[in-house]
């Protein structure tokens, strides 16, 4: 934390302003070191017998981008882009899930029942496509 923001901690309106100011600032004045989640590296496909399957959104891109599990898995997307990241969604193009906004280091789980092949995007990147097979 910098000098400067010692002497304005001292009063409770302060602190406001402190934490404020906490969040848009750069990685090393962070208050808490981030840290990229485990699932991170858990993204790919899944093994057979396998009811549990990670997608890492990085890079503006999905990982694996095309995703093959067997009806009953469930698939978690994990944001594992660097903090200062703009959030990203998974959507399915038919309506099955919509994670809504994750931000780095938020996670989406969603389980899928029956056979089928489901695209899906990012919302605010369209170009950022990516399906699940279900067989
Ligand atoms: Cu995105």
Redesign the pocket.
């Known amino acids: 934390m910098s000098r400067a923001l010692v002497l304005p901690m001292v009063s409770l309106a302060a602190l406001g302003v402190a934490a404020a100011a906490a969040v848009s600032c750069s990685k090393k004045d962070a208050a808490a070191p981030y840290e990229r989640p485990a699932e991170c590296a858990l993204a790919g496909q899944p093994a057979a017998g396998a009811r549990q399957a990670w997608v890492a959104m990085h890079g ?1 891109a999905f990982s694996p981008d095309t995703i093959r599990v067997a009806a009953g898995t469930t698939v978690t997307w994990v944001n594992c882009e660097d903090p200062n990241i703009d959030p ?2 998974s959507t399915a193009s038919g309506g099955e899930w919509d994670s809504g906004y994750l931000r780095p280091g938020e996670k989406y789980a969603h389980t899928f029942a029956g056979a089928g092949n489901f695209g899906y995007s ?1 919302t ?2 369209p170009f ?1 496509r990516g399906a699940v097979v279900v067989q």
Do not use: A, E, G, K
């Open positions: 503006f990203h969604t990012c605010p990147h950022m």
